[in-house]
C-alpha cells in the first residue's frame, strides 16, 4: 500500500509529508527531489523506481504530487488516488498552488488523515468530507449524537456521496451533454481515426433521497424497444437515431448490475455537480470541420501554405472559438497572412500561425493563405511537419447522443417527476483535432 | 499568513516555541503546534519539543488534537519513554461518546509504533472492533493490519486475526472491505495459513460487498477474489459474471482489477463454451476505455494491456488504430503504444500501421524516432508479405538524411536481410552512400555485416571497407579486452585458413574483409562478429511464458507496470508468493485430483492452431501420451524469477551487445538510484533478503540429489600460495549454488582470517555469505568448507566462458587462481519447458542455432540417460521413438534466463548419441554440449 505522501513546490522543496508506513524514511523525500524533480532530463515515466522503491507522481501546474512505496501496490489506484486527492484539495480550496497549499497545510494533513489509513484510500468523497472535515475544523465538538453517527453512517454508508435531509424549494436539475471530438486525419483527407469521448455532467438540486433513470439513445437499448414494442415503424424511425457506444463508465452512484443486467442507468445521484457517466463512441460521428492543407516548398528557404476549413453542420448552427493552428518551421524569419475571415497571427514563440474566428455558422468554408520566410540552415534534419491542430466548440453533440429522459422518483417527499425542471444542453468541443499536412 | 508560518519556520528556534507551547492562551497554543508542524514537514528537527507538545494533546479542540496526534506519530518512536505520556489520553479517547474521536484514537495509536504502547492498544483495540459505530469498526480492522506490522505475535495472541476474519461478514460494506484489505496484508506475510480461508460462502459475502462499497473498497476485494481458485469451471463462470459489471466503473483501478479477476478466472472456463467468447468480447471497450483516462493512468493502462494482447492477442485485435500515437501524448505514453501496436501489427493491418510508423520517424523525440524506425523492420519480419514495403519505407526514410535516423534503419535492415536472405540486395547501393554518416558501433557493424555478407555481389566492396574504415581510425586505438580477441581470431583463423585453399571468392572475400577489419579496427571486428549472434525471431521482446503468467496475475500492480515479478523490487517476505493462473478443471472433475493440479496454468489447453507440417518429427509431440519420466518438477522460484530478470539486462552484457529495449529501461531506472544501492548491483535489482529465504524455502523442497559433482581438483598449489593449498568443486544443492572448498595448510604457520572474492564473470556467480572458516587453520590441517554462491554479482564475458577467477585472502598474504566450472552448477529446477512452449521455441530459434555434437561410444537406454540428465537439471521434456531411435527432447534453463532446448538422438544400433542444441545466445552452447557428456559418463 502506499507508504508515504508528499507534495512539492516546482523547486522541489517539500510542502507536505506524511508518511504511512515505517519503511518510507525521510530520505525518499530527498530521492524524489534529487531523482526526478531536478533530474536533467525530461521526466520519462510516471512512475519511479529508486534503490527498490517505487515513487508515483501527478504534476498540477508546478506542485509535484508524489505517492511512494515500497510494496507491490495496486498502480492504478495509486494514480487514481492521487487525482482523488488534487479533487478533493480543489474542492476545499480551489487551485492547487503553492500559496493555497501552505495556507492551508493543516487541513491537507487532517484530509490525509481522513482518505488514507495505513495507506489504505478511504471513503474520499467531498461531500461526505465537508460534513466533518472544514476549513474552521471545530464543528465536531457542537455536534448532537444524532449528528456524529449521521456523519459516520454517511462516511461508511452505501450512499457515501450523498447525506440525508436535503431540501430545496425549487427542485431543479441540469444536464451537460459535454463531448470532445478527437479526430487523425491524413493529408489527403482519410479519417486515420477517430472518436468522440463524451461526458454528463449533471447538477442537481433535488430534496430527500431521489431515485433517478437516465435515459438516451443507445442504439441497444432502442433496438431492444423496437423490437418489443408493437408498433414496427416507431422502431424503425427511432431507430435510426440512435447511436452505437463502444463503452460507458458511470459514476459509483450508477447501479452497474442493473446496467450490466438490464442496461439501465438508474441512481441516487450526489447534491450538486458530479459526473454521471463517461461514454466513447467512434460510429458515424459528425466532424463538424474538414481541414484542408497544401504545403509547398519553394526551395529551401521559402513555404507556402494554404489551409481551408469547411464546417459541415446544419446552417442554422453557428460554431464558436475557432481557432487553426498552422505549425511553421523553426527557423522560420518571416511570415506573411492573409486570411478571408477572422484574424491570422503569426506566433514566433509557438512556432505557429494562429488563426482566430469568433463565430461561423454550418455548411461554409473559409481559406488562409501564408507564405513562409525560412533562414538557411545547414540543419541536416528536415522539418517533422507537425500536424496542423484545430480547436472549437459546436452546440450539438458530435457523437448524435441525445437524452431521452432523467425521470426523478421520490416516494417520501411529495413531490414528482413532473414538479423537476430540467434542463439539458449539448456542447461538443475539439479534443485532439488534428490534420497532417 | 500560513506563508510566514513555513519561512519563519526555518529560522524560528526552538526556544521560542517552547514558550508559545506552554502559553495559556489556546489560540497562540495552536498557532505554535501548527508552526512546529511545519517545521516538521520541511525536515527540521523538533523532536526536542516532544513534552511541550504532547502536553497540548488534552484539549476539547479536535483540530488541535488532531495536529498533536501527527506530531507523535512522526517521534513517538525517537522518544519513547515519554511517548508513554500519551497513552492515557489515547486510552481515554478510545471510550469517547463521539465516534469520530474514537476512530481518531484507534487509528493513530496504531501508527505509534513504539514497543511499549501496544500492549496498552490492545484493550481499546478490541472494544474498538465491535464497536456500534462502523466507522470506528473500519477504522479498528485496519488498526489490526498496523498492529500487526509492528508485533505480529502479539496479533495473533490476541486472537485479533478471528475478530477481523469475523468483519468479513459485518453488515457494513466498508468494514468488509477494510477487513479484505488487512486480511490479503497480513497473509502476505503468512503465505501459508490460509488467513482469507476463501470458500464459496465467504466469496459470496465478498462478491455482495462489491455492489455497495467505495471505490476503494471496490479494489481491495476485487485484489483479493483474485487471489481465489474456484473449484470448477462453473464457479468460475458465475464469479465472472457478478465482476464483469465492474468494467464500467468510472475508477480505472476497478476495472483493471475487474480484469485481472475475469483474465484469471478465464483460464478455467472451457473454450468452446459462448459464455467464453462473450467475456472475450466483453473486455475490449473497456480497455480501450482506460485510453482516454489521464496520462499516467494511460500508461499503467498500456503496460498492462502489453501484457493481455500476450497472452490473450485476439482480445484487442481489432483495436490497433486506438493505439495510434497522437502528437501531444507523453513521450511514455508513446512509446508503450509503439510497442503494442507492434504486437498487434497483422497482414489485415500492416498497411496503416506502416503509414502511422513512417508519420512517427519524422518526429522529436530520439528514442521515439529510433523505435518507429524499428518497428518497421520489426514489421518486415513478423509480416512477410510486408517486407518489401517496409523496405521501401525505410529507403525513404534513409533518404532523409537525419543521422539517427538513417543508422537505426541500417541495423534493422540488416535483420531484414537475414531473415530474408539474397532478396533485397537491390537497396545495398543506397545504403552504400550512407557510410560516411554511421558513427554508431551498432550501426556501423550493421553496415560492415552487409558489405561482408554481400561482398561477392559489390563489385567495389573493397574500396567501400576502406573508405569506411578511414574514417575511424582515430577513435580506434583503446581496444585491448583479450577475449574479444582470441574470440575474434578464433573467427579469423577460420576464414583464413579456409581462404588460399578455397577457390570459392565468396569465402575468400569475406576472409579478406574480416582480416582487414581486424588489423585497422579491432572495435568494429568486435562489433562484426558479434553481430553475427542470430536473433531474428519475429517477436524478439515476448515475455516468457512462466513470468507472463504470473504478472497477469498482478494485473494492475506495480509488478505489472515494471513486467517483473514483486520479489524483484520487494524486500523482505511480502510479494514472494508466486502467483499462478488456475487450471482449468470442468465441474465433473474434482479439484483435489492431482492431475488437474499438475497441469500448468494456462498452456495446458493446447492451441488447436498449431498444425504440424507432415515429416516434422517435432509436431508429433503434441499427439504424445508419455509422460515424461519423472512428473513433477519442484520450482524454485528465485533462480527462475531471476533469470527472467537478469534476461533482459544480463543477456546483453554478458554478450557484450548494448541495445535499448523496454525492459532495459526499467532496469536503468533501477540502477540510477544513489540511495543505499551498492553500484555494482546496478542493473540486478533482484537480490539480497528475499533470496536467503527463497532458496531455503527451495531445500525445503526436497530437490533431486543426483546433480553432477565433477571430483575436487587443486586450484591453487601450496607453491604458489605460500603453503596455502585449496582444491575444490561446485555443486548444485538443493536449488543453491555451492563452492566446496578443501583449504590445507602446508605452512609452517597457523593460517587465519580467511576471505574470498570473485571477479566479474560471465554469469554473475559471486558469493551469498562470507567464507566461514572460524577456526584458525593449523599446521598440516585440512579444513572442508562449503561456500554458497548466488548469481547477483557482477556480469563479464570470460573466455572461456565459465572461466571464474577468484582471490583468497589469509593472514599472510592474497591469492589469485581461476578454476572452471561445470555449466550445469546453472542449471536451474524449474528449466522444464512446457510441450507447447518447447516447440514453439523450437521452432523460433533460427536453425543457424543450432549446434551438433556427438557423444561417441555411449551405451545407456534412453530412460537411463534421462533419469541421469534430470539429476542435473536437464528435463525432458518429451520422448518419441522412430525407426529404433529413441529421441529426447530436453530443455535447460540458466540462471539467467537463457533457454536451451536439446534434441538427443539414441540409436540402438550405434553406440552414439547424437545432441542437436538450440539455443538464443549459441555463446553457451558449446559448453552445454560438454557438460551432455559430462554429465552422462558420469
Known amino acids: 500500500m502506499i507508504g508515504g505522501l508528499f507534495i512539492y513546490n516546482h523547486k522541489g522543496e517539500v510542502l507536505i509529508s506524511r508518511v504511512y508506513r515505517d519503511d518510507i524514511g525521510r530520505n525518499a523525500v530527498d530521492a524524489f527531489r534529487v531523482n526526478v524533480i531536478h533530474a536533467r532530463q525530461q521526466v520519462r515515466s510516471p512512475v519511479t523506481n529508486i534503490a527498490r522503491t517505487s515513487f508515483f507522481h501527478v504534476k498540477r501546474s508546478n506542485i509535484w504530487l508524489a505517492a511512494v512505496t515500497k510494496q507491490n501496490v495496486n498502480a492504478a489506484m495509486v494514480f487514481e488516488f492521487l487525482y482523488k486527492m488534487c479533487d478533493v484539495m480543489t474542492a476545499y480550496f480551489g487551485k492547487i498552488s503553492e500559496e493555497n497549499i501552505k495556507n492551508n497545510f493543516v487541513l491537507i494533513y487532517e484530509l490525509l488523515d481522513e482518505i488514507l489509513d495505513f495507506g489504505y484510500p478511504q471513503n474520499s468523497e467531498t461531500g461526505a468530507l465537508k460534513t466533518f472535515i472544514t476549513q474552521q475544523g471545530i464543528k465536531s465538538q457542537h455536534q448532537t449524537k444524532e449528528e456524529q453517527s449521521q456523519i459516520t453512517s454517511q462516511v461508511t454508508g452505501q450512499i457515501g456521496w450523498r447525506r440525508e435531509g436535503i431540501k430545496y424549494r425549487r427542485n431543479e436539475l441540469f444536464l451537460d451533454v459535454l463531448e470532445s471530438v478527437n479526430l487523425l486525419m ?52 427511432s431507430g435510426k437515431q440512435s447511436i452505437a457506444i463502444d463503452d460507458c463508465t458511470f459514476h459509483q452512484c450508477v447501479r452497474l448490475s442493473k446496467f450490466d443486467s438490464e442496461r439501465s442507468i438508474s441512481f441516487i445521484p450526489p447534491d450538486g455537480e458530479y459526473e454521471l457517466m463517461r461514454y466513447r463512441t467512434t460510429k458515424d460521428i459528425i466532424l463538424p470541420f474538414r481541414v484542408i492543407p497544401l504545403v509547398r516548398e519553394v526551395g529551401r528557404t521559402k513555404l507556402e501554405v494554404k489551409v481551408v476549413i469547411k464546417s459541415n453542420f446544419k446552417p442554422s448552427l453557428l460554431a464558436q472559438k475557432i481557432e487553426v493552428r498552422i505549425p511553421t518551421p523553426l527557423n522560420t524569419s518571416g511570415v506573411q497572412v492573409i486570411c478571408m475571415k477572422g484574424k491570422a497571427k503569426y506566433k514566433a514563440s509557438e512556432n505557429a500561425i494562429v488563426w482566430k474566428i469568433k463565430r461561423m455558422a454550418g455548411m461554409k468554408e473559409s481559406q488562409i493563405s501564408a507564405e513562409i520566410e525560412l533562414l538557411p540552415t545547414n540543419d541536416k534534419k528536415k522539418w517533422a511537419r507537425p500536424p496542423i491542430s484545430m480547436n472549437f466548440e459546436v452546440p450539438f453533440a458530435p457523437s448524435g447522443l441525445k437524452v431521452r429522459y432523467l425521470k426523478v422518483f421520490e416516494s417520501k417527499l411529495n413531490y414528482s417527476d413532473h414538479d423537476v425542471i430540467k434542463w439539458v444542453r449539448y456542447i461538443g468541443r475539439s479534443g485532439i483535432y488534428e490534420t497532417r499536412c | 499568513e500560513t506563508n510566514k508560518l513555513y519561512c519563519t519556520s526555518v529560522k524560528c528556534c526552538i526556544f521560542e516555541l517552547k514558550a508559545e507551547l506552554n502559553s495559556d492562551k489556546k489560540e497562540k497554543k495552536k498557532e505554535a503546534v501548527k508552526k512546529v508542524i511545519a517545521s516538521m514537514t520541511v525536515g527540521k528537527d523538533v523532536s526536542a519539543l516532544f513534552p511541550d507538545v504532547v502536553n497540548c494533546m488534552q484539549t476539547d479542540n479536535l483540530e488541535l488534537k488532531k495536529l498533536v496526534y501527527l506530531y507523535l506519530m512522526n517521534y513517538a518512536k525517537s522518544q519513547p519513554d515519554m511517548a508513554i505520556m500519551a497513552v492515557n489520553t489515547f486510552v481515554k479517547d478510545c471510550e469517547d461518546p463521539n465516534p469520530l474521536i474514537r476512530a481518531l484514537a484507534v487509528r493513530t495509536m496504531g501508527c505509534i509504533r513504539v514497543d511499549k504502547i501496544t500492549e496498552y492498544l490492545c484493550e481499546p483495540l478490541r472494544k474498538c472492533l465491535k464497536d456500534e459505530d462502523p466507522y470506528v469498526r473500519k477504522t479498528a480492522a485496519v488498526c489490526v493490519a498496523k498492529l500487526h506490522d509492528i508485533n505480529a505475535q502479539l496479533v495473533e495472541d490476541q486472537g485479533f486475526l478471528d475478530t477481523l476474519k469475523d468483519l468479513i461478514s459485518d453488515s457494513n460494506p466498508m468494514v468488509v472491505a477494510n477487513a479484505v484489505a488487512a486480511l490479503s496484508e497480513i497473509s502476505e506475510s503468512h503465505p501459508n495459513c490460509n488467513l482469507l480461508d476463501l470458500n464459496p460462502q465467504s466469496i459470496n459475502k465478498l462478491l455482495t460487498a462489491l455492489n455497495e462499497c467505495t471505490e476503494w473498497g471496490q479494489i481491495f476485494i476485487l485484489d483479493c477474489l483474485a487471489n481465489y481458485t474456484p473449484r470448477d469451471d462453473r464457479e468460475s463462470q458465475s464469479i465472472c459474471e457478478r465482476v464483469t459489471p465492474r468494467l464500467s466503473h468510472a475508477n480505472s483501478a476497478v476495472v483493471l482489477s475487474a480484469v485481472k479477476v475475469l483474465m484469471k478466472f478465464m483460464e478455467m472456463l472451457p473454450k468452446d463454451l459462448d459464455y467464453y467468447g462473450t467475456l472475450l468480447k466483453k473486455l475490449a471497450p473497456p480497455l480501450v476505455t482506460l485510453l482516454s483516462a489521464e496520462p499516467e493512468l494511460q500508461y499503467v493502462a498500456l503496460r498492462n494491456i502489453n501484457l493481455i494482447v500476450q497472452k490473450r492477442p485476439e482480445i484487442l485485435k481489432h483495436e490497433m488504430k486506438v493505439f495510434f500515437v497522437k502528437y501531444n501524448d507523453p513521450i511514455y505514453v508513446k512509446l508503450e503504444k509503439l510497442d503494442i501496436m507492434i504486437r498487434l501489427a497483422s497482414q489485415a493491418n500492416i498497411a496503416q500501421v506502416l503509414a502511422e510508423l513512417k508519420e512517427y520517424a519524422t518526429e522529436v523525440d530520439v528514442d521515439f524516432v529510433r523505435k518507429a524506425v524499428r518497428a518497421i523492420g520489426r514489421c518486415a519480419i513478423k509480416v512477410e508479405q510486408s517486407a518489401e514495403r517496409c523496405v521501401s519505407t525505410l529507403l525513404d526514410l534513409i533518404q532523409t538524411k537525419v543521422n539517427y535516423v538513417v543508422q537505426e534503419a541500417i541495423v534493422v535492415i540488416k535483420d531484414i536481410f537475414r531473415k530474408y536472405p539474397n532478396k533485397y540486395e537491390s537497396v545495398i547501393a543506397t545504403l552504400c552512400e550512407n557510410l560516411d554518416s554511421l558513427d554508431e558501433p551498432e550501426a556501423r557493424a550493421a553496415m560492415i555485416w552487409i558489405v561482408g555478407e554481400y561482398a561477392e555481389r559489390i563489385d567495389n566492396a573493397d574500396e567501400l571497407l576502406e573508405s569506411f574504415l578511414e574514417g575511424f581510425h582515430d577513435e580506434s586505438t583503446q581496444v585491448s579486452e583479450t577475449h574479444t580477441h582470441t574470440h575474434l581470431q578464433h573467427v579469423l583463423h577460420k576464414h583464413t585458413q579456409n581462404t588460399p585453399d578455397s577457390d570459392n571468392p565468396d569465402l575468400r572475400d569475406r576472409g579478406y574483409i574480416y582480416w582487414r577489419l581486424l588489423s585497422t579496427d579491432p572495435v568494429a571486428a568486435k562489433e562484426v562478429v558479434l553481430a553475427e549472434k542470430p536473433l531474428i525471431s519475429e517477436e524478439t521482446d515476448l515475455i516468457e511464458p512462466t513470468l507472463l503468467e504470473e504478472l497477469i496475475c498482478h494485473i494492475g500492480s506495480l509488478a505489472s507496470v515494471y513486467h517483473k515479478p514483486p520479489n524483484a523490487f520487494v524486500e523482505g517476505s511480502r510479494g514472494v508468493q508466486h502467483k499462478r493462473l488456475p487450471a482449468r478443471t470442468a465441474s465433473g472433475e474434482s479439484a483435489e485430483s492431482p492431475d488437474a493440479g499438475q497441469s500448468v496454468g494456462g498452456v495446458s489447453d493446447a492451441p488447436p492452431a498449431v498444425i504440424p507440417s507432415q515429416g516434422d518429427l517435432l509436431g508429433d509431440l503434441l499427439n504424445l501420451d508419455l509422460a515424461p519420466p519423472s512428473a513433477s518438477v519442484p520450482v524454485v522460484p528465485a533462480s527462475m524469477q531471476m533469470g527472467v530478470d537478469l534476461l533482459g539486462g544480463g543477456l546483453d552484457s554478458l554478450v557484450g551487445l548494448h541495445r535499448p529495449s523496454g525492459s532495459q529501461y526499467i532496469a536503468v531506472g533501477l540502477a540510477g ?115 554458497p554462491l548466488n548469481t547477483n554479482g557482477p556480469i563479464m564475458k570470460m573466455e572461456p566462458l565459465n572461466n571464474l577467477q577468484v582471490a583468497v585472502k ?70 518419441r521413438t522412430v525407426d529404433a531411435q529413441d529421441l529426447l527432447y530436453q ?30 545466445a549459441p555463446e553457451v552452447s558449446q559448453y552445454i554440449c560438454q557438460c551432455y557428456e559430462l554429465l552422462l559418463r558420469n
Not at chain 2, 582444491?727 to 593460517?751: K, Q, V, Y
Request: proline share 5%; with cysteine; glycine share 12%.
Open chain 2, 673 to 787: 538510484g544513489t540511495g543505499g544501492m551498492p553500484a555494482g548491483l546496478g542493473g540486478t535489482p533482484a537480490m539480497g533478503g528475499g533470496l536467503g529465504d527463497l532458496f531455503d524455502l527451495g531445500g525445503g523442497v526436497g530437490m533431486a540429489t543426483g546433480s553432477y559433482v565433477p571430483p575436487k581438483a587443486v586450484w591453487l598449489p601450496a607453491m604458489k600460495a605460500k603453503g596455502l593449498e585449496i582444491s575444490g568443486t561446485f555443486a548444485r544443492r538443493g536449488g543453491g549454488i555451492h563452492m566446496d572448498l578443501s583449504l590445507t595448510n602446508n605452512a609452517m604457520s597457523i593460517m587465519t582470517d580467511f576471505a574470498i572474492q570473485f571477479n566479474r564473470n560471465s554469469f554473475g556467480l559471486a558469493p551469498a555469505g562470507p567464507l566461514q572458516v572460524l577456526t584458525p587453520l593449523a599446521q598440516n590441517q585440512t579444513i572442508d568448507v562449503s561456500l
Open chain 2, 891 to 920: 530443455s535447460i534453463k540458466l540462471t539467467n534466463g537463457i533457454w536451451a532446448l536439446a534434441e538427443l538422438r539414441i540409436q540402438s544400433i550405434t553406440p552414439n548419441y547424437m545432441l542437436a542444441l538450440k539455443c538464443r
Open chain 1, 186 to 237: 491524413s493529408p489527403q483527407g482519410q479519417v486515420l481515426s477517430a472518436h468522440v469521448s463524451g461526458r454528463v455532467v449533471m447538477k442537481s438540486y433535488l430534496s430527500g433521497m431521489p431515485e433517478c433513470k437516465f435515459g438516451m439513445n443507445d442504439k441497444i437499448v432502442i433496438d431492444k424497444q423496437g423490437k418489443a414494442g408493437a408498433s414496427d415503424e416507431a422502431g424503425k424511425s
Open chain 2, 810 to 879: 589469509n593472514n599472510i598474504d592474497v591469492f589469485y587462481f581461476s578454476c572452471q566450472y561445470p555449466i550445469s552448477l546453472l542449471f536451474v529446477e524449474d528449466g522444464k519447458m512446457d510441450r507447447q512452449v518447447f516447440l514453439a521455441t523450437w521452432k523460433d530459434i533460427p536453425s543457424e542455432n543450432e549446434t551438433q555434437y556427438q557423444i561417441k561410444d555411449f551405451h545407456l537406454n534412453s530412460d537411463a540417460a534421462s533419469t541421469k540428465l534430470q539429476g542435473s537439471n536437464v528435463f525432458t521434456v518429451a520422448k
